[in-house]
T-cell receptor
């Protein structure tokens, strides 16, 4: 299967701990996105990469969140000093970034529970 | 920014037709997407409209009117497996960021009953 993959699928952590999630996009997709989704809501944009460059970061993203895509392939999203409000599904998506429709393909998500 | 509005829930009967509406407000429109999301799963791409009119893809069709800020997703010959959330998403130009951004509505939860 060559779709978007995310690891881990589930993460339970205690408030105040740091967590890191990984996303592997579809091979040769230039663009990679991170979203957060809570129950009954649509995905909420967090940040976006064009190759290794982080081009946009949501104003809603606090300083506790950081993302990297060091070689323009996989990406990591780190949350420092987690809070209960961080509990959500974290979705990663990728797109070709070469024009046309450029639809985003989503991974299965990482469900974070902060206790 | 965008303001995307779609009904929270809908119920329809197996074999019937259902129309899910979406209205939006945006300044740099660059396309409207519909995604399907089953409970606990990732969204999957259904359709894309950037010009006015109807796009048909099997049992699913999507319509766009840019002047009215309106789209709908039409599902025909409903099947039980169509029970899912349907997300309307608008892509527009974010001048502050200098890039396109995709903003999702809250989704419409469709329940298909026998």
């Amino acid at each position: 299967d060559t779709g978007v993959s995310q690891d881990p699928r589930h993460k339970i952590t205690k408030r105040g701990q740091n967590v890191t999630f990984r996303c592997d996009p579809i091979s040769e997709h230039n663009r990679l996105y991170w979203y957060r989704q809570t129950l009954g809501q649509g995905p909420e944009f967090l940040t976006y990469f064009q190759n290794e460059a982080q081009l946009e970061k949501s104003r809603l993203l606090s300083d506790r969140f950081s993302a990297e895509r060091p070689k323009g392939s996989f990406s990591t999203l780190e949350i420092q000093r987690t809070e209960q409000g961080d509990s959500a599904m974290y979705l990663c998506a990728s797109s070709p970034g070469t024009g046309g429709i450029d639809e985003q393909y989503f991974g299965p998500g990482t469900r974070l529970t902060v206790t | 920014g965008q303001n995307i509005d779609q009904p929270t829930e809908m119920t329809a009967t197996e074999g019937a037709i259902v129309q899910i509406n979406c209205t939006y407000q945006t300044s740099g429109f660059n396309g409207l997407f519909w995604y399907q999301q089953h409970a606990g799963e990732a969204p999957t791409f259904l359709s894309y409209n950037v010009l006015d009119g109807l796009e048909e893809k099997g049992r699913f069709s999507s319509f766009l009117s840019r002047s009215k800020g309106y789209s709908y997703l039409l599902l025909k010959e409903l099947q039980m497996k169509d029970s899912a959330s349907y997300l309307c998403a608008v892509r527009d130009w974010d001048s502050g960021a200098g890039s396109y951004q995709l903003t999702f509505g809250k989704g419409t939860k469709l329940s298909v009953i026998p």
